[in-house]
């Protein structure tokens, strides 16, 4: 029998909040779905949430595994081949849907292959963080392809037809690239892939990054707070998180002509964030932040001890829209090993815009979360020093100079 959706819930230690994920998928306005929880080496009390779910509703279903590379992403590829549904959506253990996500996806992939979902992060204190993302526009394809992700998982789907024909699966992703983003990738590859992108808010991500400091408790107090308000008025959630968006752009647009005809004023100090290379990712945990002066080219110098990981170090040169120049990196090992300068070889993500690379590279950042990423360092553990000169120009010239130049290089 084929159905209209098969749904991909991977998770490991997340149980209680099982609940509220799943039931938010059992919940949806199409009622021919499946839902494939996907275990990752799961805990014995995480098991017994998910015999709940068995128990309660026929439609879900669990494949049970030891835990596997990475998040075990190969287990998602031996779900599927057991999928009955047209088109495939996926959803973290810890995020929830509204009642129309999959009527939504489902309505987008009748004319492609690759949809996302317009998703909304919340924060710890219930503020709304949103990604602006349509795979249709191929800058924004750019943005993914260079390892600028902007579709969590919980917001992906695509056919089963288009993921059989890929010729590659899920498989475990290096530790520096999110998992989600490894698989985007496979498809961004294929040149006969269809994107779109859905314009009603569907999804709400919870990142567990950001509740490090929470109780198992406060998590599922916060889930069960949001399934309550999904479940009283989703067309008012829906249409609040709107008028939102539309005042955000508004305020953006604002704040951006301010930069550009001179109603902003230069900043004196710009906050460097280093992020450290660590196995478990970029996080705030394992970063310095650090005051440089704009006006003048500066020195910056940090020692820390470089871990065993692909993982690169990440450079955030400040919270503001303006010109950065940043020449002479290098890291120098205790041994007297000296890497780089990587002027040539760094990427950049966030709201930055590689302007030149060599011999000096420069960037524009068009917002508050410009990210420089450095080559990765195959060496053992050991302290390392960091090196490189800085040198920022907010003010409205700059960036109006800096906008033409992008313009004018098409």
Request: aromatic share 6%; net charge negative; hydrophobic share 40%.
């Amino acid at each position: 029998m084929s159905l209209i959706a098969t749904i991909i819930v991977p998770t490991y230690d997340h149980g209680p909040l099982l609940r509220y994920s799943v039931g938010s998928a059992l919940h949806q306005t199409v009622p021919d779905i499946e839902v494939f929880i996907v275990g990752d080496g799961m805990p014995g009390e995480a098991r017994e949430v998910v015999d709940e779910l068995l128990r309660a509703d026929p439609r879900v279903r669990f494949f049970d595994h030891p835990k596997g590379p990475r998040h075990g992403e190969i287990y998602r590829h031996q779900a599927l081949a057991e999928a009955k549904g047209r088109i495939v959506c996926y959803l973290s253990d810890d995020d929830l849907w509204l009642p129309r996500h999959v009527e939504e996806m489902s309505s987008l992939l009748e004319e492609a292959d690759f949809a996302h979902a317009l998703a909304n992060m919340v924060l710890p204190d219930s503020r709304l963080h949103r990604w602006v993302i349509d795979l249709s526009i191929p800058s924004f394809q750019h943005e993914l392809i260079e390892g600028r992700n902007r579709i969590p998982l919980s917001a992906g789907a695509h056919t089963l037809e288009a993921y059989r024909r890929l010729g590659v699966e899920w498989s475990s992703a290096p530790l520096s690239i999110p998992t989600d983003l490894h698989m985007w990738q496979k498809f961004l590859a294929r040149s006969d892939c269809r994107f779109r992108a859905g314009t009603i808010p569907t999804v709400f991500v919870f990142p567990a990054l950001d509740r490090r400091h929470m109780t198992l408790a406060e998590r599922i107090s916060e889930l069960e707070e949001w399934s309550d308000k999904i479940a009283r008025e989703p067309d008012r959630l829906s249409l609040q998180v709107l008028r939102e968006r539309v005042s955000d752009a508004a305020a953006t647009e604002a704040r951006l002509l301010d930069t550009l005809w001179g109603r902003g004023s230069a900043v004196p100090e710009l906050l460097v964030q280093l992020f450290l290379p660590d196995p478990a990712g970029h996080t705030e945990s394992n970063s310095i932040r650090l005051s440089v002066p704009t006006s003048q080219w500066t020195t910056v110098e940090q020692e820390f001890l470089y871990p065993q990981t692909d993982v690169p170090i990440r450079i955030d040169p400040g919270s503001f829209a303006g010109l950065i120049r940043v020449s002479a990196i290098r890291v120098t090992a205790e041994n007297g090993t000296v890497h780089g300068p990587f002027d040539d070889r760094v990427r950049v993500g966030g709201t930055a815009c590689l302007l030149k690379q060599a011999p000096e590279l420069t960037v524009l950042s068009y917002g508050h979360d410009p990210q420089i990423l450095l080559p990765s360092l195959s060496a053992p553990e050991q302290r390392v020093k960091l090196d490189f000169r800085l040198r920022a120009d907010l003010t409205a010239a700059a960036v109006a100079a800096a906008c033409r130049t992008l313009c004018e290089s098409g």
